[in-house]
């Protein structure tokens, strides 16, 4: 693996949301919104690296709107990661699109697609927070979606889907954040509810027999502590820790003190799947990722 080029600066606070945790090549990897703006106005990406998940390292900018995507210059939301023999995909929100770009490193440097992958309008709801399902017997799925989910599967060339897989859900709490995880031969759907500025932001799940449902409602799994001060616990991602069968959950909440809905930190909590086949309520915690080392390129907007 080929370590990133990075330009240091003396450590200051920064805060990210959205996150996509992910394991390549024996590293924890977070694909997040990089956050701090009003509106979420973001027009870049980064990447965070660790290998124990606590303390992380600011790699830098992989992707910036308007000079690596020329369809899109504005709302850099919500990625998510994937790979698949040795090329690395990025799926990202862009102007209420989404889009792919793909690298031959998990730090990059990514090449957009030059197109949406799903376009604003293509499908009922708006077209924004990617995630991406590899099931067990190698078929990728990507899920996405606000208002409406939406599943497809992806092509082989992970860069398309395929448009007559895609399969539409709705729920009465459904915002947001689609995420799906397998385990034990269960499929497990989760979602945020509520609006990301509401201090009650969180996580609700379900179970299924297939990564694209009918999907039974499980109820809460993480939602806010306000005797602690935790506020707006959303917008995750769910991994399995390599060699085990261990698993967390990464999300977002309002920073910790001071923060909002445009000013958010991430925090990893473990996850646990009970033998009944439900999962077992997550308490949030104070303790956000460290950030030991931060790149920050000339050109970032914030």
């Given amino acids: ?15 990210f949301a959205d996150p996509a945790l992910v394991h390549f090549d024996g590293r924890y990897y977070l694909y997040p919104t990089t956050d701090g703006l009003v509106d979420w106005s973001s027009t870049c990406f980064h990447v965070l690296a660790s290998v124990n998940l606590r303390d992380w390292e600011d790699w830098g900018e992989i992707l910036r709107l308007g ?7 504005r709302n850099a939301w919500a990625p998510a990661a994937a ?13 209420d699109n989404i889009g792919v770009a793909t690298a031959m490193a998990p730090e990059g440097p990514f090449r957009d697609s030059g197109r949406p992958l799903v376009a604003k309008g293509q499908y009922p709801g708006r077209a924004i927070d990617p995630s991406v399902f590899t099931d067990r017997d190698g078929t990728s799925y990507l899920i ?9 599967r992806l092509e082989a060339d992970m860069v398309s889907i395929d448009e007559s897989s895609v399969v539409a859900w709705e729920h009465a709490t459904f915002r947001e954040a689609a995420h799906v995880h397998e385990h034990a031969g269960t499929y497990y759907l989760t979602w945020s509810e509520n609006d990301t500025r509401n201090p009650d932001y969180r996580v609700r799940w379900a179970r299924g027999a297939s990564p694209t449902g009918p999907w039974e409602d499980g109820g809460i799994l993480l939602e806010q502590s306000p005797k602690d001060g935790i506020l707006s616990t959303g917008h995750h991602s769910i991994l399995r820790l390599s060699g085990t069968d261990e698993w967390v959950i990464a999300y977002h909440r309002f920073a910790i003190p001071d923060g909002n809905g445009f000013h958010r930190e991430i925090v990893i909590d473990p996850l646990t799947h009970l033998p009944s086949g439900d999962l ?14 931060t ?3 000339e050109t970032l907007d914030i």
């Fill in 83 to 95: 790979e698949k023999d040795g090329v690395y995909y990025f799926y990202f929100t862009a102007d």
């Fill in 295 to 297: 790149a920050i390129p």
């Fill in 67 to 73: 000079r690596d995507v020329s369809w899109a210059r």
């Fill in 280 to 293: 077992e309520r997550v308490t949030p915690t104070l303790e956000p990722i460290r950030l030991t080392k």
């Fill in 1 to 15: 693996m080929t370590e990133p080029v990075k330009r240091d600066s003396p450590h200051s606070p920064r805060f």
């Fill in 144 to 152: 996405w979606g606000n208002a409406v989910a939406h599943f497809a």
